[in-house]
């Protein structure tokens, strides 16, 4: 694995031959500066309400309209965005890790265990993953952190097939085998040689498997199973927009907008960051 | 060939064995009992202890467990406490709606998808194969709830073009038809993309080999060697991919049936969850995850039919 340095000018230079890669690569980074930067952005306080300017159109005031209650929609989209944020942030990075250390187990301990781990990744992938969690969200009631949760755990076997394929693949090789012969423990092959080994595929995983998990919570929140009212999600928004559909098109618009934009944006992002670093995970169907 | 689909078959049932005994467990897990859940603050003790025997809540939990079982060996899933219906009555009412929408859905999506990766194919890098191979990644991102309420916003309630809401007159086709469009359309549109990229590569991997060649070299007409010597064997990959998509459908459905307020069973399911009905949700999160499971083991079957390499990877759980 070379310098990060060199890393981010390799992911560069690919990127600049890849122009559908390089406009999700804008996408993303443009939307990130919206949502980090939504306090000072927007015009109004997304939780204000006025009811004497409710279901408008965009005007100058509002350029998004406002909602039933009369809240800017500009400054609702542009919070929401934070809760996207939060969300793909905690439920892929805790993912991951916990993937890691399954997938490593599996890949690298006995061969019961490793049995055992797969029947258990399957059970989980065996739910389709909307009705998993409103099954968990019928048991423990809405939250934002229960979808935090069943991102997670739907997410583990994701990471942790694909640890447990690379160690397995790894263990088997030359310099492992000559490694383990010079009586090197397991723990440092662990971290000298399989970790950075498959950092790669993790992370452009991880970026491939923001759009789920942005649509993941929208769904959910939208189906009003997600973040609690007041606070603003983009879910949140199209589930009101929803109810008033008859009455105003514009938080419907305004809140699928950015849902499409972030999908899109981290897909082909992401299958351009595929390209660059491993050539061998695009399989057959390309 | 009969010890993978025997061994494989076997893995299934003890997937959906332990899937169900999961969601079993976890509805005990909860904080505070089910039946006050169920019935609200307002519920007296009485209540609620006639209610927990009712539903065998008061039994041990390994107990229960093994009533959920023995019933569904014998196809009962037990009553939906507030209507006292049967809950196996109740599913299969909902059942048919969620199956047309998701055949209709993964139909119209070969329908376009086979043609336009065959073209893709055989037209390599012009602006229709670029452009689909496009589409095939942007389709797929996007939450089909989101396409969903754009399709009902422009096409149902601007332009009147159809229906907004429900799946039609019973009895009525044309019009049950009508209702099913966007719906179909909201939950097949991400496939299209990706049924053209399989076709695609399968297609692109089918014209090389000897066969095609051969074929080719006897005369016969390009359309004749495409449609009937390539695209046949092409299409099979394919059909494994269907065969997945359906249970992968079965839970995008629920979207589609909420927005166009369609009965189905995630509609089921979602109001199950909005009431907690705790036998309605058991009921129809075994059936969706069976049928999950299900089309997955007959793609596995198909695959393996159709490459015997993959029968001993698969049987050793890689």
């Known amino acids: 694995m070379s310098k990060p340095r060199g890393l981010i000018a390799h992911t560069w230079s690919g990127l600049k031959k890849d122009p559908l890669g390089m406009a999700g690569f804008v996408l993303v980074s443009f939307i990130l500066l919206l949502t980090i930067l939504a306090p000072w952005l927007a015009p109004y306080d997304p939780l204000d309400v006025n009811v004497h300017n409710r279901l408008s159109g965009p005007s100058a005031a509002h350029w998004l309209g406002t909602d039933q209650l009369g809240r800017d929609i500009l400054s609702r989209v542009l919070y929401g965005g934070q809760v996207a944020l939060k969300v793909s942030l905690v439920a892929i990075s805790v993912a991951m890790a916990i993937g890691l250390l399954l997938g490593m187990l599996a890949g690298l301990g006995p061969r019961w265990l490793d049995r055992v781990l797969v029947i258990g990744f399957d059970t989980v992938r065996s739910f389709p993953t909307i009705m998993f969690a409103l099954a968990i969200v019928a048991l423990t009631g809405p939250s934002l952190n229960t979808v935090i949760g069943v991102i997670i755990i739907t997410s583990i076997p994701v990471y942790a097939r694909v640890v447990r394929t690379q160690t397995r693949a790894l263990r088997q090789r030359d310099f492992i085998l000559a490694e383990r012969a010079m009586g090197a423990s397991t723990g440092r092959i662990l971290r000298d040689h399989v970790l950075p080994n498959i950092a790669a595929p993790l992370f452009i995983l991880a970026s491939m498997d923001v759009p789920a998990v942005v649509g993941m919570e929208a769904g959910l929140s939208f189906l009003g199973l997600g973040v609690s009212p007041p606070t603003p999600s983009w879910g949140s928004i199209l589930n009101d927009g929803y109810s008033y559909l008859r009455n105003s098109p514009w938080p419907i618009i305004a809140g699928g907008i950015p849902l499409i934009a972030v999908t899109l944006g981290f897909t082909f992002f992401g299958e351009s960051l595929r390209d660059i670093f491993d050539p061998k995970l695009r399989g057959k169907d390309r | ?318």
């Open chain 2, 1 to 318: 060939m009969l010890r993978f689909i025997v061994r494989r078959g076997l893995l299934s049932l003890l997937i959906l064995f332990l899937a169900v005994s999961l969601m079993f467990g976890m509805i005990h897990m909860v904080p505070g009992d089910p039946a006050t859940v169920m019935l609200g603050p307002k519920a007296t003790p009485e209540m609620k202890a006639e209610f927990s025997r009712r539903l065998g809540l008061d039994q041990p939990l390994a107990v229960q467990l093994g009533r959920f079982y023995a019933g569904l060996a014998r196809g009962d899933l037990g009553e939906d406490p507030f209507t006292n219906r049967e809950v196996t009555v109740i599913v299969w009412e909902q059942l048919p709606y969620t199956l047309v929408l998701v055949l209709v859905a993964i139909g119209g999506a070969s329908l376009l998808g086979i043609p336009l990766g065959c073209f893709s194919a055989i037209r390599r890098n012009s602006l229709l194969d670029r452009l689909t191979a496009v589409m095939s990644v942007a389709f797929i991102a996007i939450p089909s709830f989101v396409v969903a309420l754009y399709l009902l916003l422009w096409l149902a309630v601007k332009w009147r073009w159809f229906p907004a809401m429900g799946a039609g007159e019973s009895g009525n086709l044309a019009d049950q038809a009508h209702h099913l469009v966007l719906p179909a359309i909201a939950l097949g549109l991400g496939w299209v993309g990706y049924i053209a990229r399989m076709v695609r590569a399968s297609m692109l991997e089918v014209m090389e080999e000897n066969h095609i060649r051969t074929a080719r070299a006897f005369g016969l007409p390009e359309r004749t060697v495409i449609v009937h010597y390539a695209l046949r064997i092409a299409m099979l990959p394919t059909v494994t991919i269907l065969g997945m998509g359906i249970g992968t459908m079965l839970s995008g459905a629920l979207f589609a049936e909420i927005v166009f307020s369609r009965p189905g069973i995630g509609k089921l399911l979602y109001e199950a969850v909005l009431t907690r009905n705790y036998p309605i949700v058991m009921g129809s999160v075994l059936v969706t995850t069976g049928f999950f499971v299900l089309s997955t083991l007959a793609s596995d079957i198909i695959n393996a039919m159709l490459d015997p390499r993959l029968r001993e990877r698969q049987g050793s759980g890689e």
